[in-house]
């Protein structure tokens, strides 16, 4: 009788490494500032990017060859491959003898370092070769973690080798037929002194073809829990041939002291495949007007602002001009004042 164990020695997916892969590896772990100063952690550190940059490049041709649909990048951080629009961190060892896998903790907690999914590789530098031993979502990571109230040791999570999936082609499947927006990642704030902060409340993309289709994410709400019925009724009569209409609260924090404003959005279906898109924002609450200087803002998926519309002193709503796309499209929304910006980003 086999055991899980006994499959998953038996069915290991190899990837054998050739002379350019060491000599690459050497480059980019040269490359890469040590994070302890003392001699013999940095020799250890600058081990550990070597075996982080042969898994990588083993890793990054081994799914070349299977996904072709997907761009395939690499990050700044040599643990972490983008493919499409999911994120993989690579999580390389020389061994696993005691079937346990560690984790950084920044790996998980750090909202900037979580990824998608979660990558084992085995690197054995001798035998020139690099073992896929399996793969966990992020969800499932966090999952587990709470289920068996795992705690920290040393800065590392230890997670039994058998919450890892063994088949990698799974990991292909998920790339190819699963929405990033299933595997909920946790929010990214990014800030610059020099630009203005931006929120993304979802890291992946609203489809708004699916909400002609009555799928539509819960955060995207009926307009009459919003608005007041006045603004309400007025709404509806300006758009007497809108299909599906939906609204979104957005909290600006501290620059309305907390006050939130709706993002609302009604689309229609037309011929020929294109999709039009009305958009407007409103006050919520008691409040009767919205807050002056806010912006309402259209980018294109390059980023390149296309339309623009802000509110001046007594505004009760404000809009953009209503615009049609072709399933397919991407675009942004930004609702923007003074140096604090929330963004949501669409397809349609």
């Known amino acids: 009788m086999l055991n899980s164990t006994d499959i998953r020695l038996s069915l290991p997916e190899s990837i054998w490494l050739e ?15 040590p994070a302890s100063g003392d001699r013999v952690n940095h020799e250890a550190d600058k081990w550990q990017s070597y075996l982080n940059a042969l898994a990588l490049l083993g890793f990054e041709e081994w799914l070349s060859t299977r996904i072709t649909q997907q761009p395939i990048k690499r990050d700044s951080n040599i643990s972490y491959l983008t493919v499409g629009e999911f994120k993989l961190c ?12 560690t984790l950084a903790i920044d790996f998980i907690e750090k909202p900037e370092l979580a990824a998608h999914f979660y990558v084992l590789l085995e690197v054995l530098e001798e035998q020139e070769e690099v073992i896929i031993r399996g793969f966990l979502r992020y969800d499932e990571l966090v999952n587990y973690k709470t ?21 990698p082609n799974h990991l292909i499947f998920y790339s190819r037929f699963l929405e990033p927006t299933a595997i909920a990642l946790p929010l990214v704030t990014e800030t610059k002194a020099e630009e ?83 958009i407007q924002l409103h006050p919520t609450g008691e409040e009767k007007y919205l807050p002056p200087n806010i912006k309402v803002t259209l980018l294109s998926k390059a980023g390149n602002i296309l339309q623009q519309v802000e509110a001046r002193g007594q505004d009760n709503y404000i809009q953009l001009k209503l615009f049609k796309g072709e399933r397919g499209k991407r675009f942004s ?11 949501e980003n669409f397809e349609l």
């Open 19 to 33: 002379a350019e892969h060491f000599e690459e590896a050497k480059k980019i772990s040269d490359g890469q500032r």
């Open 90 to 101: 690579l999580i390389a060892t020389e061994n696993l003898l005691d079937e346990q896998v």
């Open 147 to 167: 289920k068996v109230k795992l705690q920290p040791r040393d800065g590392f999570y230890r997670v039994p080798l058998a919450e890892f999936d063994p088949e």
């Open 196 to 278: 203005n902060l931006v929120v993304y409340l979802q890291e992946t993309t609203t489809k708004l073809s699916q909400w002609l289709q009555g799928v539509i994410d819960e955060s995207w709400q009926v307009i009459d829990t919003l608005l007041s019925p006045e603004a309400n009724l007025a709404f509806s009569t300006r758009s007497v041939e809108v299909a599906t209409k939906r609204g979104k609260l957005i909290d600006l924090g501290i620059q309305l002291s907390h006050q939130t404003v709706a993002l609302l959005m009604n689309i229609t279906e037309e011929a020929q495949e294109k999709i039009s898109i009305s």
């Open 333 to 343: 929304i930004e609702v923007s004042l003074d140096e604090l910006s929330v963004r």
